[in-house]
């Protein structure tokens, strides 16, 4: 079965709102995640730290640059995830609109690429269009 | 909404509507009618306006159309009085008992009374939501045979009177036996094709996959189902590396182990970990053997005494000449074809399994290293006469050629 993940992706009002409503949001979390578990279709879930504990290292000039904090041009935060194995996308939307959610929030679905799948060749290499926009 | 979206609703509700209605209606041939007159009515209905909870529809839907035909049963009886009662009662279904539900769903599937053919078309079906189409595929049957047999076992269910309920603790666990055995056959049907020219249908192993995986949520408690989680999860981890490009198996000793499904080998070794509580059970042995391989960083460098001693223990515990056979394979790995040969001349002597394919195929594997060429010739050709799988048997008379 193909694997999906569901990203989920918050705004700082939707952020401010689950912190607001954790213990409620937890609960009904908790249960999604038994829910998937017995149709076993679950294989792991993590939700990640506050945004402002990252660091971004930033590849647009010569050398990587490390700074504090969350990227600064996207007012949409990867918030966590969930890793699902199902028949198919539909399958995997289907999980995705009945996750636990407040309102502002967005989940992303991408399929995982299987071990024996490569990028198409035809892209262009990552070094050059890093290189290319740094010099832009 | 399309087709593909009523699939997805009915793969993730199917079990529980089922469960739901069976309990409502005591009949469990009328709620899996009921439910799937629902689908039907989703597959034209929600293309033109989609339902807002789509799980709510087809509950509800289904629901309508069990009422309808106990209505029908009634009045061909003439018991009007039953009208009298409001079946809609169970509005609020209780999720625990929906968990207990689809477990009784599982065991009536698996239900002693039936064929094993059986079991395993009403499981697909009942439990994991497959169309008669779809198992008709898996199983390369006809649709009508695979819906004469689920026709044929839903009323064997009737006859018998099996009760919509678990079975009592004491019973439980031998039953629990049956329902492992139906899901392990659905796995290995997908995972090496008894017949056909394709070498794995990983969409049925898979689904024997979610099968055990929802049964270890509802049986935690219970060594062996994590055992048959863990040897699934660990032999469909090597699934990527099985089949070449053209479709032609490549052997255990010539797979890419990089391209081995890695997260589902951490799995399988931490359902490895729970089926271990009790020391390990037949499936729990067989798992201990596949993470034997899936550990090891190539063929020479595997603990083969380990896999002898495993497979000594599931030949104590679960005796079969497949696994002796397996056994055999090990300790020429371990101590080398002499060893070996003794131990497959044996079953050879007692015919222990008359008309295999396997038994000549490690028979000619071991002439060859023993350098009895001509003997190994014989054996492999004999092998792939046997083989039904036209992929497997290719590889044998490729092997056998190369003897000349």
Known sequence: MPKYMLIMRGTDE?????????EELAAS??????????????????????????????????????????????????????????ASKQEAVE?????????????????????????????????????????? | MGPAEVEAVWRIESARIVAALTRFTGDFGLAEEAAQEAVAEALVAWPLAAPDSPAGWLMATARR????????????????????????????????????????????SCHPVLSPEARVALTLRVVGGLSTEEIARAFLVSVPTVQARITRAKKTIAAAG???????????????????????????EGSTATSGDRLLRP???YEAIRLARTLAALQPDEPEVHGLLALC??????????????????????????????SAIRR???????????????????AAIAAAHATAPSVEATDWDRIVVLYEALGRVAPSPVVELNRAVAVAMASGPAQALAIVDELVALDRLPGSHLLPTVRGELLVRLGRRSEARAELELAARLCPNQRERSVLLHKAAELE
């Open chain 2, 203 to 205: 969409d049925v192993a």
């Open chain 1, 29 to 86: 979390t908790y249960k999604y995640i038994e829910d998937l578990v017995k149709a076993g279709v679950f294989v792991e879930a993590a939700g990640l730290d506050e945004p402002d504990q990252s660091v971004v290292v930033d590849f647009s000039g010569q050398t990587p640059v490390v700074t504090d904090g969350p990227y600064g041009e996207t007012k949409e935060l990867f918030g966590g995830y969930f890793l699902l194995d199902v």
């Open chain 1, 95 to 136: 999980w995705a609109q009945r996750m636990p959610a407040v309102t502002g929030s967005k989940v992303e679905i991408r399929r995982v690429a299987g071990d024996d799948e490569r990028p198409p060749e035809t892209a262009e290499p990552a070094g050059t269009a890093s290189e290319s926009s740094g010099r832009g």
């Open chain 2, 65 to 108: 159309r069990a009422i309808d035909a106990i209505r029908r049963r009634a009045a061909l009886k003439d018991r009007h009085a039953l009208l009298a009662v409001d079946p809609v009662v169970n509005e609020d279904v209780d999720p625990d008992r929906i968990d207990d539900d689809i477990l009784a769903l599982m065991f009536i």
């Open chain 1, 14 to 22: 939707s952020n401010a709102a689950v912190r607001s409503g954790f």
């Open chain 2, 162 to 188: 099996v009760p919509f309920e678990l079975p009592a603790a004491g019973e439980r666990r031998d039953r629990l036996g049956g329902v492992l055995s139906v899901l392990y056959v659905i796995f290995t």
């Open chain 2, 268 to 286: 399988g070794l931490a359902s490895l970990v729970k089926a271990s509580s009790r020391g390990l059970g037949p499936y729990g042995l067989q």
């Open chain 2, 233 to 262: 999860e660990l032999t469909a981890a090597r699934f990527p590396a099985r089949t070449a490009p053209d479709g032609s198996a490549v052997l255990l000793e010539d797979q890419d182990r990089r391209r081995w499904d890695h």
